[in-house]
């Protein structure tokens, strides 16, 4: 059975911790960066953290102080550590591309793998 793209997942009490891991390969390590998104039942899904090449990174307001996204380039490893998580922090999560459109790195994205679930419960 092969390793499959995003792991790190689990089941964890509210105030947990997790740390997602996300296998990618040197040419995905466009200019646009990298990012994680999750989608909780019921929801759109939605962009929570991303990083770019030049090291700057975005959260989303919800996550913000409680995430890191990091990139290991040797390793080709794209991280996303998860602490004092939340009962609405439980989701499908999801590694990404953002799309390089009309000049400039777009929002929309492009996931090659299956998600890792992250159950957080009270």
């Known amino acids: 059975q092969v390793q499959p793209v995003e792991s790190g997942g689990g089941s964890v009490q509210t105030g947990g911790s997790l740390k997602l891991s996300c296998a990618a390969s040197?040419?995905?390590?466009?200019?646009?960066?990298l990012g994680w998104h999750r989608q909780a039942p019921g929801k759109e899904r939605e962009l929570v953290s991303s990083?770019?090449?030049?090291?700057?990174?975005d959260y989303a307001d919800s996550v913000k102080g409680r995430f890191t996204i990091s990139l290991d380039k040797v390793q080709q490893v794209l991280y996303l550590e998860m602490n004092n998580l939340k009962t609405d922090d439980t989701a499908m999560y999801y590694c990404?591309?953002?799309?390089?459109?009309?000049?400039?790195?777009?929002?929309?994205?492009?996931?090659w793998g299956q998600g890792t679930q992250v159950t957080v419960s009270s």
């Open positions: 990404g591309i953002p799309l390089f459109q009309r000049g400039s790195c777009r929002r929309t994205y492009s996931f």
């Open positions: 990083i770019t090449l030049d090291g700057r990174t």
């Open positions: 040197t040419y995905m390590f466009s200019n646009c960066g």
